[in-house]
Every structure is written in C-alpha cells, then in structure tokens.
C-alpha cells in the first residue's frame, strides 16, 4: 500500500502577517513617557548682583540622616508638610505693591510676603533614604499644585477641570492642538500667581 503523502503547509505569507500584527501593535500603542522631577539647573552666568531675599520669604526643609524631617527648624511630620508649605506660600503678607489680592492666608508679617517672592529650600543628607526624599519633595509640589487648582476652579468654574487634570491633559499627546491652544493660557496664568521656586541645596555630608 502506498504512503499517502502529508500535506503541506504554505507558509509563504506568515511573515507578511507577522509584519503587519507588527506594525498595527506599534501605531495603536500608546508608550508613557516619564517626565522626572521638573527642577532647573542654575545658570552658568555669574550673577553680579544677586537680588537681596528676606529671610521671612524662605521656608527651609532639612531631611537628615535619620530621615527626620526639620522646618524652619521644628521637628514636623511628612503627614504635616504639605500644609504648612501651603501656609506659608499663601500668607500674602506683603503690603503696597508686594500685596498679594488673591492669596487666602493669615498675612502673618513674619511670613512670605507673597507667592512670587516666596521660596522653598530642600536639603537632604547624604544618608538620607530615597524613599524619603521622594515624598518630602512630592509633598512640596502637591503643595503648589493644591494651590493652584484652588485657583484654576475659581478663575475657570466652566472649565470642570482641576489645574492638575487640565495640566496632564496639556500633556497628553492625544489631546487635540485645539484643546491645547485652549488650556494653555489658564494653566500659564495660574503658574504665574503661584510660580514653583523649590530651591535644593547641596546634600550635607555625616561626619
């Protein structure tokens, strides 16, 4: 009896399939894009005269080596930081042209005088962990953006989006040209009441 022979299998066009699943998987996948830490290097320019900042306008955070953290010298909580930056951003304490109009706080004379004089210094120890000095630094940005999104809604009640949602949708690179074009003078306008000076000091070293 003869062998029946085994049926073969064209292959011949597997790989023009295996390319086009290719090529369909890298047009519809979206790959997120991971911004880092927004921080700006100071500039290379020697500045001649620097300008004169009042102790009052500085909030100063120190984490050390044993993860404490200190501000303004007080020993304080990471669960209290955020709020007491907000505080002191938002004291509007200044008088005449350093009056701030929109600011909400106590106008503490010991305090900032207004968000765009007001600065927040970070220093970290060279044994500080990582993981602490992620949060410190993330409790201080939701401080800014807590602010601003408290302005976004009252500048934009139409809007129905926070600062934080509106900004992210800014940064979308699906977001339509058209909504962008829309976003971004609201977004810039709230970026200069509270403009984002987190100044980060040289870590110390543990003797």
Known sequence: MAKRAAPEVNAGSMADIAFLLLIFFLVTTTIETDSGINRKLPPT?????????????????????????????????????????????????????????????????????????????????????????????????????????????RLNPMAGLSYTEAQKRYNDPRT???????????LDEVKAMYPQKLSEAEPSKTN
């Open 45 to 153: 320019d020697e500045i001649v005269d620097p300008p004169i900042i009042k102790e009052r306008n500085i909030f100063t955070v120190v984490v050390n080596k044993d993860n404490r953290l200190l501000v303004e010298e007080d020993i304080m909580e990471l669960s209290e930081l955020r709020q007491a930056a907000m505080d002191f951003l938002d004291n509007g304490g200044g008088t005449d042209e350093e009056a701030c109009n929109y600011c909400q706080g106590k106008k503490d004379p010991s305090s900032s005088d207004n968000p765009e004089k007001a600065i927040i210094s970070l220093k970290n120890d060279r044994e500080t962990s990582y993981k602490v000095y992620i949060a410190v630094q993330n409790e201080l940005v939701a401080a800014y953006n807590d602010l601003r999104d408290r302005e976004f809604a």
């Open 176 to 186: 339509a040209s058209t909504e962008k074009a829309n976003l971004k003078p609201k």
